[in-house]
C-alpha cells in the first residue's frame, strides 16, 4: 500500500524545522549539488543531518599535511578521557622532538612539557616538534604512534586514511582524504566537546625567543577565526605538494558545517574559499527535521490479532539537508502493506518512509512496529475469517 502522509501530520512535522544530531544518521551521505571551487579537493557536510552539500574529489587520495594532526589531537583526547593521561602531566623532550624542522612550537631537549601545553603546541601553533613529544611519550615512538593512529582511523570510519608519522611531515606513503578528514573533524567535535575548544583559541605563548629573549607568541593560523561567521575550528596544512589547505567548522544557532578544501594556491586563496564556500553552505542550505525518534507516523492495520491496529514508528530523528528554493518540492511517501497479520514483535521493520526533494539523493528510512501485537485464539481468528468472508477486510 502506498499512502501519503495526512497533510495535518506532515505539517506538524515540517513546523518542527529544527537541525538533530544522530550518529547512525550521520553517514548518510548525500550530495546535494555541485559548485566550481579553486580546491583540487573539497567537501562540505552538515555536521548534524550528516549531508553533503558539495564535494569535489572528496575521495582522491590526498597529502594531509598538517591537517594530519587532527587525528594525533584526537589520539591525545582519547587518552585523556578514558583517564590514561591528565592535563597536568608532563612528557620529556627528546634530540629527535627538538631537531625537527617546519613549524615549531620551540622546546628544548630535556624539556618537561605539560601535555595542555603540548596540544595547544599542536592546534594552535601546530608544532612538528609537539607532536613528536606527544607521540613518543604516549607510544613510545613515534613509529609505533602512527601505528596506534592507523588502528584508530579504521574504528572510526577513516577507511582511507594512512598514516606515517604524527605530524604530517612529508612521507608518500601518508595520505587520506578530504572525506576522511570531515568524518575525523566530525569525531572530534562529537566524541570530545569537552577538549574542542582548543581549536578555537587565537594565540598561544610558549618558550623565550633565544634573541629578544622575549617571550614567543604564535597565532592560530586558521584564516576563519578571524571572520565573522561562526568558525571555531579546526586545522590548517601546507606543503608544496599538497597546496594549502583547511578543515573547519563554523556553527550558526544549532546549526554547524564541516569543511575540508586542499591543493589551493596560496594562504590568501584558501581564505577567501573557505569562507566563500561555507558563507553558501550557511545561506543557501538549510537542514529540515522531519520527524523525531519514536514518533507514531501511521497506524497499520492487523490481520487476526488481538489489537486492531499497530504503531508504525521510527528509531532516529529524521533531518533532511536540502537547498531552501527545493524545500517547496519536497515530498514524504510512506510504503506498507495493509492488514499485517499477527503476531507482530516490537521492533519489527514493517514500512518504508521516502524523502525526496529536487537535487537530492532520494532517502529510505525503515519504520518498525512500535508495540508488539499477539495473535487472536483459535475462537477469535474463525470470528474474524467469517466477519472477512461476510462484510471484507473493513470489519472483523
Not at 171 to 192: C, K, S, V, W, Y
Not at 239 to 256: F, H, I, N, Q
Not at 276 to 290: C, D, N, S, V, W
Request: glycine share 8%; net charge neutral.
Amino acid at each position: 500500500m502506498r499512502v501519503s502522509l495526512s497533510t495535518r501530520i506532515f505539517a506538524a512535522a515540517l513546523l518542527a524545522a529544527l537541525l538533530v544530531s544522530n550518529a547512525a544518521w550521520n553517514q548518510a551521505w548525500a550530495q546535494l549539488g555541485r559548485i566550481d571551487t579553486l580546491a583540487r579537493q573539497m567537501v562540505l557536510l552538515d555536521a548534524n543531518s550528516g549531508a553533503v552539500i558539495f564535494e569535489k574529489n572528496a575521495d582522491d587520495l590526498m597529502p594531509p599535511s598538517s591537517m594530519s594532526k587532527l587525528m594525533t589531537a584526537y589520539m591525545v583526547f582519547d587518552q585523556l578521557a578514558s583517564g590514561k593521561l591528565r592535563m597536568d602531566d608532563v612528557f620529556p623532550v627528546s634530540e629527535k622532538a627538538w631537531r625537527m624542522q617546519g613549524s615549531k612550537m620551540f622546546v628544548h631537549v630535556a624539556d618537561r612539557v605539560k601535555i595542555e601545553d603540548l596540544l595547544r603546541g599542536v592546534i594552535i601553533q601546530s608544532g612538528n616538534d609537539a607532536c613528536i613529544v606527544l607521540a613518543e611519550g604516549i607510544a613510545g615512538s613515534e613509529e609505533r604512534f602512527a601505528e596506534m593512529m592507523n588502528e584508530r582511523a579504521k574504528q572510526i570510519g577513516l577507511h582511507n586514511s594512512t598514516f606515517r608519522n604524527a605530524s604530517g611531515w612529508p612521507d608518500p606513503e601518508h595520505l587520506t582524504t578530504a572525506r576522511d578528514l570531515a568524518i575525523l573533524a566530525q569525531r572530534i567535535i562529537n566524541d570530545f566537546p569537552q577538549y574542542y575548544h582548543f581549536y578555537s583559541e587565537k594565540d598561544f605563548t610558549y618558550g623565550i625567543d633565544s634573541v629578544s629573549k622575549k617571550p614567543i607568541t604564535q597565532g592560530n593560523r586558521n584564516p576563519l577565526l578571524y571572520k565573522d561567521i561562526g568558525a571555531d575550528g579546526l586545522k590548517t596544512g601546507h606543503t608544496e605538494a599538497a597546496g594549502y589547505g583547511l578543515t573547519a567548522s563554523a556553527k550558526r544557532g544549532d546549526r554547524r558545517l564541516i569543511l575540508v578544501v586542499n591543493g589551493l594556491k596560496s594562504m590568501n586563496e584558501r581564505s577567501r574559499e573557505a569562507e566563500r564556500l561555507m558563507e553558501i553552505g550557511f545561506r543557501e542550505y538549510e537542514t529540515y527535521k522531519i520527524f523525531s525518534a519514536g514518533s507514531v507516523v501511521e497506524e497499520a492495520d492487523v490481520w487476526l490479532g488481538d489489537k486492531a491496529k499497530v504503531p508504525l514508528v521510527l528509531e532516529r530523528d529524521i533531518a533532511v539537508t536540502m537547498a531552501r528554493r527545493n524545500r517547496a518540492g519536497m515530498k514524504v511517501v510512506l510504503t506498507y502493506d495493509n492488514n499485517i497479520p499477527a503476531p507482530i514483535a516490537k521492533g519489527t521493520p514493517l514500512a518504508k518512509l521516502s524523502i525526496t526533494a529536487p537535487e537530492m539523493q532520494p532517502i529510505d528510512v525503515a519504520l518498525v512496529a512500535g508495540d508488539s501485537v499477539g495473535q487472536l485464539g483459535v475462537a477469535g481468528r474463525l470470528s474474524a475469517a467469517l466477519g472477512h468472508l461476510l462484510w471484507g477486510a473493513g470489519r472483523q
